[in-house]
């Protein structure tokens, strides 16, 4: 379990490298939405999307010697981009390990950053990172299944009570548990009446049937057009803490999360990727019971999608 | 020429219906722009766009019976939007005289509020409302050449100067100088030393040419893909207060202005129309002088693009 002291620790490491991402009061989406609207926007965050807080948080913990040898990580994209971005930072080098499936966006930005790419199948991609590090003696940051990064990814739950303490709800993507494991542990610490609500891939409920069934289960590999959103199965570390603080978990049809992503960007004139959408989603599905006079908060986690990427968008219906 | 007190009054008469847009910090947009860059996010503007603060403003000032006899306006969109929308919320009707080039997505949501809509060349709109309005006996609201209407968009520049007192420069986009006008207007009377800056079309100098000649000057029709910028000369009544507060007006190509729009997507996740970003080609295109410290605010005046015209983004080179 992480503690609300190591989420505030990690705040103090990392906070000078970060950026303090606006909450923005969404009103053109109430409607739609039958509650009142705010966004956490980290796709603002340097490097478009929340992970390089957990990336940041973990590299500045290691000695300036582990450092030297090189960080390497495995990454469906935005947590990679952290990680090359956090070397280049710190003066060390980057090896990020991508599915073949990643958006070109996100390996171009990541490359752009000068770590070094390296692709394979998606299933195989933590044993590749794996057998890289070996190899380099380099240290493996892993997406989410770490103290370190959890506490890291919490920073924003920190900064969403302090800049609206008056929240009601937040409702967060959930892939390995590491976004929404630290940002509940750090809200409901501070904030014990906010309700804390999970969004994940219908493809890969692996928090759904994990929390039902009371222990970490592995779900079959399914496509989702959620490419963010891509484990298997709850990071060992981020279960306990997921099921302690949030309150439910739900798993959404791509179709939604894809209705989400065009009413953010149409009516909120918001851009993020569809895997950040998937709470908004939830909501238009009927997923999760929000009212209106309550005060829902949306963590729009990442924002790296290819304007090639939108034309997806011209066929959904609202 | 129009006052702070009448802008003051026009915050006053409007304040209920409208929202205070965010001024949010663009972090990620500053090594692109050589300066510390910020936004006001008019695009998240009820309707879509600033307009609907002037079109209120009129329409408030209206005695119960010119209300009853109906709102007409001439609009290549978001004024016909704004129009549409105070109509409706104050029980009359609403006619609106769009040119046949107005996007789709434009026409679709002012006949969704209600709003007749009569399309007919670009060059005639004018005279097509006046000829409706004789008509029906109903109230023309000009799209910019009426002090109300100034004094209601200039309320966006009140807020502007409360929400960033400590802002260097703020740059808008200009047509007929209704925005303009009424935004330098409040700026200067309340933080003198502020520079405000304008950016049109080359396509359409109107502006640029009318300083230079100290008077309103007539520039030709020609093609340009700022389709909410496509006033041929000043409002009369707007000139005098462009020439009073504004420091610079400069003519900025199209390229630029789809180069701001693309970077502002892709790089800031803020999804603005054409016309809206072209103060940030305008700096692009090295055509106003920036400093690294300095803090510019980009008037973001609205967000009406649809998913299809994103599109042409995908070849724009930033």
Redesign the interface.
Known sequence: MISIQEIRQARERIQSYI?QT?V?????LDHYLNCEVYIK?E??Q?T?AFKLRGALNRALSLSREELERGLVCASSGNHGRGIAYAAKLLGTKATVVMPNTAPAVKVQAIRALGAEVVQCEASERFQVAERICEAQGATLIPPYNDEFVMAGQGTAGLELGEQLPEVNTVILPVSGGGLIGGVSAALKETLPAVRVYGAEPAALPRYSQSLAAGEPTQVPYQQTLADALVSQQPGSKCFPVVRTYVDRVVPVSDEFMLKGM?LL??E?????EPSSCIGIGAVLQGLLPVDRAEKVCFVISG?SV???Q??M??EVVL
Not at 268 to 272: F, Q, S, T
């Open positions: 950026v606006p923005l009061r969404m009103h053109t926007a796709n603002m340097v478009g065009k960007l149409t909120g004139k918001i851009l993020a924002g290819g304007i090639s939108l034309a968008l011209e």
